[in-house]
Nanobody, 124 residues
Framework: QVQLVESGGGLVQAGGSLRLSCAASGRTFSSYNMGWFRQAPGKEREFVARISASGGNKYYADSVKGRFTISRENVKNTIYLQMNSLKPEDTAVYYC?????????????????WGQGSQVTVSS
C-alpha cells in the first residue's frame, strides 16, 4: 500500500513558478514509476509528466515540455514537479500518481495509487 500526499500548490501570477511535492508512504516507493496529472474545471484529467522508478527516464506532455521538470528523491520517498513560466491554462488540480507500468502511464494504462490533489491557480 502506498499513500501519496501532495503539497506546494497555490496562487501565482502568469510567468511565475511553483514547485509541487508528493510525499509517499510505504517501503515500496522506489519500485514505482511516478507521475503527475492535472484536472481543470469542466475538463477531463490529463497527463502531465512521468518518471521511471530509478529516475533515469522522464516524459512530458507537449503542453508543459520545456517549462516543467519532474524529479524524485527515493531516499526521501518524494517526487517533485518544478513548474516555470506558468500560464493561466495551467490552472488545475494537480495529482500525484504511482504506477507499475511506466510506458502506459498517461496512455490509458492503470494507475495504482493517486494523491488527493493540490490546487494550482495561475492569474493573468
Amino acid at each position: 500500500q502506498v499513500q501519496l500526499v501532495e503539497s506546494g500548490g497555490g496562487l501565482v501570477q502568469a510567468g511565475g513558478s511553483l514547485r509541487l511535492s508528493c510525499a509517499a508512504s510505504g517501503r515500496t516507493f522506489s519500485s514505482y514509476n511516478m507521475g503527475w496529472f492535472r484536472q481543470a474545471p469542466g475538463k477531463e484529467r490529463e497527463f502531465v509528466a512521468r518518471i521511471s522508478a530509478s529516475g533515469g527516464n522522464k516524459y512530458y506532455a507537449d503542453s508543459v515540455k520545456g517549462r516543467f521538470t519532474i524529479s524524485r528523491e527515493n531516499v526521501k520517498n518524494t517526487i517533485y514537479l518544478q513548474m516555470n513560466s506558468l500560464k493561466p491554462e495551467d490552472t488545475a488540480v494537480y495529482y500525484c500518481a504511482a504506477a507499475t507500468d511506466y510506458f502506459k502511464m498517461g496512455r490509458g494504462g492503470p494507475v495504482d495509487y493517486w494523491g488527493q490533489g493540490s490546487q494550482v491557480t495561475v492569474s493573468s
